[in-house]
């Protein structure tokens, strides 16, 4: 289970700490990867940003670079999305997923994400 915390509503260069918090999954305890997603309306689900849990290898997307910060709670299972100089581009619904692998550049590919949290919805105006 993945649950994800932390969005809400901020002005164009504010600030948010995403939470996605992973409970019950069988690869906890090794390495697996997760990644944050974003998904605009009408737009599709983008990888924003990975890492390897326990391993500390990140991935960012080139429209996270130098604003997102993505930090892990190893001993906590939980997985942190730091979003800076927030634009109005950056809404949507973020979703955190996990699979179980050591490879960080797949921590934000689409295909083969094995578990999906519910998602917490950010907007920016």
């Known amino acids: 289970q993945l649950v994800e915390s932390g969005g809400g509503s901020v002005e164009a260069g504010g600030s948010l700490r995403l939470s996605c918090a992973v409970s019950?999954?069988?690869?906890?305890?090794?390495?697996?990867?997760v990644g944050w997603f974003r998904q605009a309306p009408g737009q599709e689900r983008e990888g924003v940003a990975g890492t390897v849990v326990h391993g500390f290898t990140t991935y960012y997307s080139d429209s996270a670079k130098g604003r997102f910060t993505i930090s892990q709670d190893s001993a906590k299972n939980t997985v942190y999305l730091e979003m800076n100089d927030l634009k109005p581009v950056d809404s949507g619904m973020y979703y955190c997923a996990a699979r179980g692998s050591n490879v960080v550049a797949l921590a934000t590919t689409l295909i083969g994400m094995e578990f999906w949290g519910e998602g917490t919805q950010v907007t920016v105006s």
């Open positions: 019950g999954y069988p690869h906890i305890g090794s390495t697996f990867c």
